[in-house]
């Protein structure tokens, strides 16, 4: 049987930033405060482009650095909660045309921050069965147009971003293994209620502004940090792999205080740990890619070395993967 690697990763983030200090002129907030809370200073909004173009460039720049062509893709996969077209088509079948690839199957996935998880979960699977060869992994997110720049405990949160990946057949750095688990009873928590079937848009459902990511973020933040922690000892555990044996965790970029508290509780040092909050916020399914690709860009990440990435987003979702770097 076939063994999937990860070959090649690549991101892509709009030039636009959003400040602290420009979020102190729309909301009742502070940079002081902001910083306390979540640790970011500055997210990029993309300002005149749309998800599917995000996505396609973060794409080229992983399937340039893997040295294979669009020819040799057979698939695409699109992990984004703000995509193009609320129903169809999906957003991978955009980025799919505007990187001039046809005939492939291209479909979407929602699953929220944990969607670049679930990615590789889905690419792992189509390697190994013999379905495809090359599959293009892409989390894409506009989240500046489902954030409610009137709410203070979301909007200073989101930004905008994309990252991708390229997984292929390897004899060697294989993804050893991925977990995904969900649990829709905490769907409430963590919603953008509108524009579905249960809130169809209209102007009453716009004048609630219930097309805006709402959250209940104590909730959110004490099940994220349990969960993660458990979730990651369980797949430590599961494939004989201490902690010191990391060579890179990357976890989901949703909020330094969440990230700190796991890191703590599972003993990884500042040195093993990347965290890209700080700069851009949460994206969301981007998250994770971004910061893989920042690592890389930063010559911490290298050929054969063993990261552990984590997630945990809306519906709940979570989920973890410990796998070899095949980049060169």
């Known amino acids: 049987m076939p063994k999937a690697s990860l070959i090649s990763i690549g991101a892509y983030v709009p030039k636009d930033t959003l400040t602290n200090f420009d979020l102190e002129k729309m909301v009742e907030t ?6 306390k809370r979540t640790g970011i200073h500055t997210r990029h909004i993309a300002t005149g482009e749309i998800t599917s173009e995000i996505g396609a460039k973060a794409a080229q720049v992983a399937i340039k650095r893997a040295g294979i062509t669009t020819n040799d893709i057979d698939a695409v996969i ?15 079948c955009k980025i799919a045309k505007i990187l001039g690839i046809d005939n492939v199957t291209a479909f979407d996935i929602s699953a929220a921050c944990t969607g670049f998880i679930y990615l590789l979960e889905l690419a792992k699977s189509l390697i190994e069965s013999g379905a495809k060869k090359n599959v293009l992994i892409v989390g894409a997110e506009k989240l500046s147009s489902i954030v409610d720049y009137k709410d203070r405990s979301t909007c200073i949160l989101f930004g905008d971003g994309a990252g991708a990946a390229i997984v292929t057949a390897s004899e060697e750095n294989e ?7 969900s649990d829709g009873n905490f769907a409430d928590l963590l919603i953008t209620p509108g524009c579905g079937s249960v809130y169809p848009c209209s102007p009453q459902m716009l004048e ?6 709402q959250m209940a973020g104590n909730e959110v933040f004490k099940i994220a940090v349990q969960t993660l922690t458990k979730d990651v000892i369980d797949i430590l555990e599961k494939n004989g ?3 010191d044996e990391i060579d890179l965790f990357i976890p989901h970029q949703a909020n330094l205080r969440i990230i700190d508290a796991v890191k703590q509780r599972l003993n990884f040092s500042d040195s093993q740990c990347v965290v890209t909050v700080g700069k851009y916020g949460n994206t969301s399914s981007a998250s ?7 690592a890389y860009e930063e010559g911490r990440l290298k050929n054969g070395d063993l990261m552990l ?6 519906g709940f979702t979570w989920g973890s993967a410990l796998l070899k770097f095949g980049g060169k």
């Open 30 to 35: 502070s940079d002081e405060w902001i910083v």
């Open 78 to 92: 699109c992990a984004t909660i703000s995509p193009d077209h609320l129903c169809m088509p999906s957003t991978a």
């Open 175 to 181: 993804i050893i293994d991925v977990h995904t688990a």
């Open 208 to 213: 609630e502004r219930l097309n805006f990511i």
């Open 241 to 243: 792999v201490t902690s």
């Open 288 to 294: 994770i890619p971004m910061a893989i690709n920042e």
């Open 309 to 314: 990435l984590d997630a945990f987003g809306g």
